[in-house]
């Protein structure tokens, strides 16, 4: 059956054709379709490039060392596509390219998608020992992407932040340093969205870190 289905998705002879190819073979769920799916992404079809990564995010782990062997060779495009992959995934495999491309990459976009994957990482997947670095960098960058030009990214920042917050099995140091932020972020920032969202972040610190609650 994925056979058939990544045989329709080589022989599609229209963008209408490669999108409905790419739905039916995503929706199959077989890690056989990985390589395709992969190589969707550099097609010049937004549309069959969105089913690719839904299908990616939903066949999950299988689909992020794949990912992560062709993440240096691909172009712009297929490299955006492939990090909203690794955003939708959460595998800790993917925290440096959803790190530098939270900071670094010039598409909003992909900046948000990288923030709330940041937000959203399987800690419990990584090895103990490294986690606590690990959310530090990943706080870092969450702070500085709060700060982003773009409203949609300072959002993102907010909500990963707060997962992030509430994924710490400790009270680490840096919690004050992102309550501190939200608090920030919901008094001052420009877009009423944000601020809401920073609102409901400091709610579940609440809850979730009473000790460090200062209002």
Aim: aromatic content about 6%.
């Amino acid at each position: 059956m994925a056979l058939e289905l990544i045989r329709a998705v080589e022989q599609a002879d229209s963008s209408e054709g490669l999108l409905n190819a790419v739905k039916a073979l995503a929706a199959a769920d077989s890690t056989e379709a990985i390589p395709t799916l992969i190589t969707v992404l550099g097609y010049n079809n937004p549309g069959a490039a969105v089913a690719a990564v839904d299908g990616l995010i939903q066949l999950g782990e299988p689909a992020v060392l794949p990912l992560l062997e062709q993440l240096d060779g691909y172009n712009y495009g297929a490299r955006a596509w492939a990090v909203r992959a690794m955003a939708g995934i959460g595998d800790p495999r993917g925290l440096n390219i959803l790190l530098d491309a939270a900071a670094n990459d010039f598409a909003l976009s992909v900046r948000r998608a990288a923030a709330r994957g940041l937000g959203t990482i399987c800690w419990e997947l990584m090895p103990q020992a490294q986690v606590l670095d690990a959310q530090i960098r990943a706080v870092k960058t969450l702070l500085q992407a709060s700060r982003d030009p773009e409203w949609v990214v300072r959002y993102a920042a907010a909500g990963a932040l707060q997962a992030l917050a509430v994924a710490a099995t400790v009270q680490p140091d840096w919690l004050t340093e992102v309550l501190t932020q939200l608090e920030e972020i919901a008094q001052s920032d420009e877009t009423l969205a944000v601020r809401a969202r920073a609102l409901l972040a400091k709610e579940k610190f609440r809850s979730h870190a009473p000790g460090i609650y200062s209002n």
